[in-house]
């Protein structure tokens, strides 16, 4: 199985990332990813926090391929509370082609099992969220099964972050059970680098390496050929209407 899209990215328009949009490209070019999607964070919850929300208005003006490969736009929102609203206005949203919806320590400090659970389950829900970032981080525990369940009910993905086996200790143990119970379930599951740096942009060692062990069917991962991913926006899309 091959990822050709990588689903989430940061560029130095999140504030702790250090390549730009034209780098980033690049890197995915050079492994051969047919796209990338943007996913800076959200500017989250009192201001003063990089991006300014100008970043996501303004990405429009990008165009769809960079570099000979596909330039997707998105975020990375923080969920901000148990309904699972996010620190995204809802028309800045629309602009995008595909939002990552996640638990971060500045925003939403780690909860109860339960309280993390819910905040997941109810950002799934959101109708404009694409799918939930690392919910394999163990700084966060969830019911893993009424996550997997929101994510297949709702239409929506659950990533599995290459970047959590590095740097979310832990993470290689809740990565497989979600990705087991996606399996059981037949959950979709996308697969994101979370590169903060150009070299990083489609870098899947670990999540395929994974996928191997457990034989992951390539059919739930939206992100395992140009044509399911762009059926998974079509279908995203089409649920967004009223
Ligand atoms: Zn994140
Ligand atoms: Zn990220």
Not at 67 to 80: D, Q, T
Not at 186 to 208: E, M, P, Y
């Amino acid at each position: 199985m091959k990822i050709v899209i990588d689903t989430h990215t940061h560029s130095i328009a999140s504030g702790h990332a250090y390549s730009t949009v034209d780098e980033m490209a690049r890197g995915a070019r050079k492994r051969g990813m047919r796209g990338f999607v943007l996913t800076d964070h959200g500017p989250g919850i009192s201001g003063g926090i990089l991006p300014h929300p100008y970043h996501f208005g303004n990405l429009r003006i990008l165009p769809e391929r960079i570099h000979g490969v596909r330039f997707l736009k998105g975020v990375e929102a923080n969920i901000l509370d148990l309904e699972g609203s996010l620190d995204m206005a809802e028309a800045m949203l629309l602009g995008l082609d595909f939002v990552l919806a996640g638990l971060h320590e500045r925003c939403f400090p780690p909860r109860s099992r339960e309280e993390n659970t819910l905040a997941l389950v109810k950002a799934l829900a959101h109708p404009l969220v694409d799918a939930v970032s690392h919910a394999g981080n163990p700084v966060y525990p969830i019911d893993a099964r009424s996550v997997v369940l929101a994510a297949r009910d709702n239409g929506k993905a659950i990533e599995i972050n290459n970047s959590s086996f590095r740097i979310r200790p832990g993470s290689h143990e809740r990565c497989r059970e979600i990705a087991l119970l996606c399996m059981e379930t037949g959950t979709r599951v996308v697969c994101g680098s979370d590169a903060h740096f150009w070299l990083d942009v489609g870098r899947f060692d670990k999540v395929l390496e994974l996928f191997r062990e457990i034989g992951m069917p390539a059919s739930l991962v939206v992100n395992s050929s140009e044509a399911s991913f762009d059926h998974f926006l079509e279908q995203r899309k089409a649920s967004r209407r009223p």
